[in-house]
């Protein structure tokens, strides 16, 4: 893992996101849509809550692993809930009681082999399990769902998934292998120190999965739209394999921001510079970003 610091062929500018703006006589919040999931957005999330904006953050929906897991596997037509829950608690307000009932997990037990585990609560995430339950309330409407938790959490703004199929993601390496499942494709360099062959193409399967309509109206009514930071191919990336999503991106007469990120990820972007991160975003765009923020320290 290196720090990414690399900064040739790329601009960039203060005041990324300007506050605040008139119209006529009101005094309008900005409308800003982040595009990511996992720890990234998380972070980046609880810290654009405090400003005044008009925040909706679309989340990858390609989690394949933990409490997530579980769930698609005993629910039919389940799709992932862990960037939602996560992205929920970050806009949640604070002081918020249910967020921190969001953020609990259930202990694994050392009394019960693996069979056991899976078939209790045992590590699962208690916010998934509510997210599960205020779905099956609402007759399996995820949307409605989010809204009600909102509503729990009293956020800050809200949370769209990117898409509302099932999908898997894929990652085609240059030695002509193929790894198949987010974790697998987010994990494969925690245990292994040797080089690892690159990922050449990212794939999302089914490969014509449906851009979730509240998140597209959201990108077209933007301002700014911002991607990242998060894992490149495990985060970000996995939102603009969904057309729909990336299309309206390209479309939109907002500003479009990339946060490149500080380290790079054994496994998945070893050796990248900041330019190689860029690249990648503007290839699976199909489009350029106007403006990158890029750590220059050491």
Same mark, same amino acid.
């Given at each position: 893992?290196?720090?990414?610091?690399?900064?040739?062929?790329?601009?960039?500018?203060?005041?990324?996101?300007?506050?605040?703006?008139?119209?006529?006589?009101?005094?309008?919040?900005?409308?800003?849509?982040?595009?990511?999931?996992?720890?990234?957005?998380?972070?980046?999330?609880?810290?654009?809550?405090?400003?005044?904006?008009?925040?909706?953050?679309?989340?990858?929906?390609?989690?394949?692993?933990? %409490?997530? &897991?579980?769930?698609?596997?005993?629910?039919?037509?389940?799709?992932?809930? $862990? *960037? !939602?829950?996560? +992205? #929920?608690?970050?806009?949640?307000?604070?002081?918020?009681?249910?967020?921190?009932?969001?953020?609990?997990?259930?202990?694994?037990?050392?009394?019960?082999?693996?069979?056991?585990?899976?078939?209790?609560?045992?590590?699962?995430?208690?916010?998934?399990?509510?997210?599960?339950?205020?779905?099956?309330?609402?007759?399996?409407?995820?949307?409605?769902?989010?809204?009600?938790?909102?509503?729990?959490?009293?956020?800050?703004?809200?949370?769209?998934?990117?898409?509302?199929?099932?999908?898997?993601?894929?990652?085609?390496?240059?030695?002509?292998?193929?790894?198949?499942?987010?974790?697998?494709?987010?994990?494969?360099?925690?245990?292994?120190?040797?080089?690892?062959?690159?990922?050449?193409?990212?794939?999302?399967?089914?490969?014509?999965?449906?851009?979730?309509?509240? %998140?597209? &109206?959201?990108?077209?009514?933007?301002?700014?739209?911002?991607?990242?930071? $998060? *894992? !490149?191919?495990? +985060? #970000?990336?996995?939102?603009?394999?969904?057309?729909?999503?990336?299309?309206?991106?390209?479309?939109?007469?907002?500003?479009?921001?990339?946060?490149?990120?500080?380290?790079?990820?054994?496994?998945?972007?070893?050796?990248?510079?900041?330019?190689?991160?860029?690249?990648?975003?503007?290839?699976?765009?199909?489009?350029?970003?106007?403006?990158?923020?890029?750590?220059?320290?050491?």
């Amino acid at each position: 893992m290196s720090i990414v610091n690399d900064t040739s062929e790329i601009s960039h500018r203060r005041n990324i996101v300007p506050g605040p703006h008139r119209d006529g006589s009101r005094v309008v919040e900005r409308r800003v849509v982040t595009i990511g999931g996992g720890t990234g957005t998380f972070s980046f999330l609880s810290h654009m809550k405090k400003y005044s904006f008009n925040i909706s953050a679309i989340v990858t929906m390609s989690d394949s692993g933990g %409490s997530s &897991r579980r769930l698609m596997d005993e629910f039919r037509r389940q799709v992932p809930l $862990g *960037d !939602l829950r996560q +992205s #929920l608690v970050a806009l949640a307000r604070n002081g918020a009681l249910w967020r921190e009932v969001f953020m609990h997990r259930f202990e694994q037990s050392e009394e019960m082999d693996g069979a056991e585990q899976q078939r209790g609560v045992s590590g699962h995430s208690l916010g998934n399990l509510i997210l599960k339950g205020l779905q099956d309330i609402n007759n399996g409407d995820l949307l409605l769902a989010i809204e009600d938790a909102q509503e729990l959490l009293n956020t800050r703004g809200r949370v769209l998934p990117v898409t509302l199929a099932q999908t898997s993601l894929c990652a085609d390496l240059e030695d002509g292998t193929t790894i198949c499942g987010e974790t697998n494709i987010d994990t494969r360099g925690n245990d292994n120190p040797n080089d690892l062959s690159p990922i050449k193409q990212l794939r999302l399967v089914p490969p014509d999965a449906a851009g979730c309509a509240q %998140s597209i &109206r959201a990108i077209r009514r933007a301002d700014t739209i911002i991607i990242g930071p $998060g *894992d !490149l191919y495990t +985060s #970000l990336l996995p939102n603009l394999l969904v057309h729909d999503i990336a299309r309206a991106v390209r479309e939109s007469d907002a500003e479009k921001v990339y946060i490149c990120n500080m380290m790079t990820k054994h496994g998945e972007t070893d050796g990248y510079k900041a330019s190689d991160f860029v690249n990648e975003i503007h290839r699976y765009l199909g489009g350029r970003v106007d403006r990158v923020i890029v750590n220059n320290g050491t």
